[in-house]
């Protein structure tokens, strides 16, 4: 059987995440603060949107590139509030979720060899991804002395004559770092140099706290040479209806295109006529969501710093990822006792790359409810944990 793999495919390791959910699910009781996605419903204007279009019979495929209502709108959306312009009869594609603009963007840049920066702790399908298009992941560790953000040293020396591209992620999963528009300015800076791509997940733009957002698409010099992706999973609270999008410039989004054409065709039709109504009306509930994230984070960041677990104050998302080194455990015993022995699920910072060890995220979109007696039941575990070793 061996003999008839793809050697790429054999190098995936599966889902690190994916264990702790199953293990989290075989447990009664227990107060899961491992999944990335809102506890906030869909809201109904959007579910709306979408049974009409099946009233009306838009059951059929759409363009290649997505609904041109829907293109209009997102390049509106992303003029407006982010001052990046871009034409969406050419450069904006809408794809199924963000993990395949992710996809689609890497294939269409990368030949075998090319090298791709990647911050790490980072999402745990940007490495896979890169090396199933034929590159080379080269992580850029980050630490909680940088709150998590990569400094312009680390970076610089990461860059050999293969690097291609670096990997953007503000806010960031699983840190929950943001990088501002002077921070990104220096980054744009090296990338300028280099003459490296940029491929922006912006997911999470949406959901900052303290700072507003800034695209580095935005920052002179770099529109020509950044891919962003982005979608509705998280802003819109519509992670099952699996939509995402690529704004580039022309050059790499046809190419992107043609990719995508042989591969998907076109995004669920249906979800597309409920995302037109999310971007016209739905930024209310954005609002608000917002806020109670916000009230969320800094219950939590206070309740972990109080029990002994360091953790910094997030910019963005909604996860921390505090410190347990204290513990004396790694990440998974962490994780795996916590959950076996207080039922409350958290990801080991282990699965998002090794300079993720040492460390658990945690998502506290959850109820303030179910998010005080996690913190309960997680000071209860540290206090014991600690009792045990002295």
């Not at 995936?12 to 999944?35: C, H, T, Y």
């Not at 294939?107 to 790490?120: F, K, Q, S, T």
């Not at 909604?318 to 006792?337: C, H, N």
């Amino acid at each position: 059987m061996k003999s008839y793999l793809s050697s790429r495919a054999e190098q995936i390791k599966p889902s690190g995440i994916r264990r702790f959910f199953d293990m989290a699910n075989s447990v009664e009781g227990v107060i899961s603060l491992g999944v990335g996605e809102p506890d906030f419903i869909t809201h109904w204007s959007i579910c709306e949107a979408s049974i009409k279009s099946l009233e009306r019979g838009n059951t059929s495929y759409t363009d290649d590139a997505g609904l041109m209502e829907l293109r209009r709108e997102i390049a509106f959306y992303m003029q407006s509030r982010f001052q990046v312009a871009y034409t969406p009869e050419s450069e904006i594609i809408v794809t199924v979720g963000g993990s395949q603009a992710l996809d689609l963007s890497l294939r269409a840049i990368l030949n075998p060899g090319d090298e791709v920066l990647i911050i790490e702790p980072s999402y745990l399908a940007y490495a896979p991804l890169v090396t199933l298009a034929g590159g080379i992941p080269v992580p850029v560790k980050t630490t909680l002395d940088s709150k998590f953000k990569p400094m312009s040293e680390q970076i610089q020396q990461a860059i050999h004559s293969n690097t291609k591209a670096i990997i953007l992620c503000s806010p960031n999963n699983p840190t929950g770092s943001f990088l501002n528009k002077e921070e990104l300015e220096e980054i744009s800076e090296i990338i300028i140099e280099h003459d490296l791509l940029v491929i922006t997940d912006e997911i999470y733009a949406e959901l900052t706290y303290d700072e507003s957002f800034c695209s580095i698409a935005s920052i002179a010099g770099m529109r020509e040479r950044t891919i962003i992706i982005s979608g509705f999973s998280k802003a819109f609270a519509m992670t099952g209806w699996r939509l995402g999008y690529i704004c580039a410039p022309e050059g790499f989004s046809q190419q992107m295109l043609k990719i995508h054409q042989n591969t998907m065709l076109c995004a669920p039709s249906v979800a597309q006529y409920g995302a037109i109504e999310a971007l016209r009306n739905g930024h209310q509930q954005v609002e608000e969501m917002r806020n109670s994230y916000r009230n969320r984070r800094n219950f939590v960041v206070k309740s972990l710093n109080e029990m002994g677990l360091d953790c910094h104050l997030p910019g963005g998302a909604f996860y921390v990822f505090p410190s347990i080194r204290s513990t004396g455990l790694t990440s998974e015993q962490f994780a795996e006792s916590l959950l076996l022995q207080e039922k409350v699920a958290v990801v080991p910072g282990s699965v998002f790359g090794e300079g993720g060890e040492g460390h658990v995220r945690c998502s506290y979109a959850s109820s303030m409810d179910a998010l005080r007696e996690a913190m309960r039941r997680m000071e209860k575990f540290v206090k014991n944990v600690q009792l045990v070793s002295s």
